[in-house]
């Protein structure tokens, strides 16, 4: 099953730190209503472990254990309701993510574009986004 407009089924890329940004993508996706899925151990995939996230447990992005990616990556998690997207700033910032755009609307994408950007431990660009309008997406 998939969303309308979604056309990318599941992203990813390594990390420098493994264990360190498995924990921290697992509590950015419970902030976010999502959680870890699974595991891919190194029997079966020739780069290492890869960890993957998403909601109803159908992992649509993953990390793997190779190296941090370079240069480093731009990822934006949809949200469900603008609560989601402060509740993933937080969490991210909490967990040692650094601030790369507090919660706020971006009209110059859209007049509902409501997102907030964190840098994680490998400098990627993570943002989360509610395309909703406040009274559709909360506050």
């Not at 699974?38 to 909601?55: D, K, L, M, Q």
Request: glycine share 12%; with cysteine.
């Amino acid at each position: 099953m998939s969303s309308p407009g979604v056309m990318i089924d599941h992203i990813g890329f390594g990390v420098g730190d493994y264990a360190r940004a498995k924990d921290f993508y697992t509590k950015v996706f419970r902030a976010l209503g999502g959680d870890f899925v699974f595991e891919v151990p190194p029997e079966v995939n020739p780069t290492g472990r890869a960890a993957g996230f998403g909601r109803d447990n159908k992992p649509s992005f993953w990390i793997g254990e190779e190296g941090a990616a370079k240069p480093p990556m731009h990822v934006a998690f949809l949200a469900r309701t603008r609560a989601e997207v402060h509740a993933f700033y937080e969490t991210a910032l909490a967990e040692g993510a650094s601030d790369n755009g507090a919660p706020g609307l971006r009209p110059h994408y859209h007049e509902n574009y409501y997102s907030a950007f964190v840098r994680d431990f490998d400098g990627h660009n993570i943002e989360a986004v509610c395309h909703l309008p406040e009274e559709l997406g909360g506050k």
